[in-house]
């Protein structure tokens, strides 16, 4: 069955980034958020994204106008009745993802598919807590959606061959190369990103070198257009440490163990970009502050 209409939970840089290649794509679009001004505050940044790209001559503005049409806001579960394909693009924790999962299977119709995009929980797992693990499916995204063209597609144990191409077909129709990969903690990408990441973090911490330092030996030395500390801020540091949490714990190797550094910073609230701090500090609109100027 072809989506037309798309329920995403969380309006923050993952939910709101799929909700804006959704509506660029034709489909229309229910954005949940807690409450009311997250809603506000998730379609303003859906907004200048879009506003950034007309500048550049990416977009037409009939055009961002129209994708931007296509977005509705909703405190109300209860709203995705309405819905024929979930998204959540909630916090990573394995609880609230199940709680919200277990409160959408009370509201929506048995044919409609729940996909998480979780970064590393298992979708086995979560499945099992609702009515329908065949209906239930990893969709990872990468950050930031708009730009980045890999979604990651995790079947569980019980996901059916009917909803793998459902969620396949509905990543391709949003721009999107697809692969697979096995229910695993991390999948593919943060299986082999975090633990680098991690490790750029304990060479900071070890006094091997500073932030500047790594992330330029690493843009310069192994050729990756950003370095794996303005990385880490850039996927929240939050993040970053509940994946290596969630990899440590399920496979008891060491080698996962979050540095006590990556600890602090989340200790602190220095999150990353989103918190305007992390291990760069940065503008309202999220740009990077130099050194000079702070």
Do not use: W
């Not at 997250?38 to 303003?44: A, I, K, N, P, Y």
């Not at 993802?97 to 590393?120: G, H, M, R, W, Y």
């Amino acid at each position: 069955m072809a989506v037309s209409r798309l329920g995403i939970v969380g309006s923050g840089q993952m939910g709101g980034g799929v909700a804006e290649v959704a509506g660029q794509s034709g489909l229309d679009v229910l954005m949940h958020d807690i409450n009311e001004d997250l809603c506000r505050r998730g379609l303003d940044n859906i907004n200048r994204d879009l506003d950034r790209m007309v500048k550049r001559g990416r977009i037409k503005p009939e055009e961002a106008e129209r994708a931007l049409g296509r977005i509705r806001t909703t405190s109300r579960l209860e709203d995705f009745r309405e819905v024929d394909f979930v998204i959540e693009a909630v916090v990573e924790n394995e609880d609230a993802k199940i709680v919200l999962f277990q409160k959408l299977d009370q509201v929506c119709p048995p044919e409609v598919v729940f996909a998480s995009n979780t970064s590393s929980i298992s979708i086995t797992r979560m499945a099992a807590r609702t009515s329908r693990a065949p209906r239930f499916i990893g969709m990872h995204f990468m950050n930031p959606v708009p730009a980045m063209k890999l979604v990651e597609i995790i079947r569980g144990l019980a996901t059916s061959q009917e909803t793998f191409e459902q969620t396949r077909a509905l990543a391709e129709r949003l721009g999107k190369s697809t692969m697979t990969a096995e229910d695993f903690p991390g999948f593919i990408v943060n299986r082999v990103l975090l633990p680098m990441i991690n490790e750029a973090i304990y060479t900071m911490y070890e006094g091997v070198g500073g932030v500047s330092d790594i992330d330029l030996a690493m843009k310069l030395g192994t050729n990756q257009p950003m370095g794996p500390l303005e990385l880490a801020d850039l996927i929240g540091l939050d993040t970053c440490l509940a994946i290596m949490e969630v990899m440590h714990r399920t496979f008891g190797d060491d080698k996962y163990r979050p540095c006590p550094l990556l600890k602090k910073y989340v200790d602190a609230g220095y999150l990353g970009r989103k918190a305007g701090r992390g291990f760069y500090m940065y503008t309202e609109q999220g740009a990077p502050i130099p050194p000079a100027a702070r």
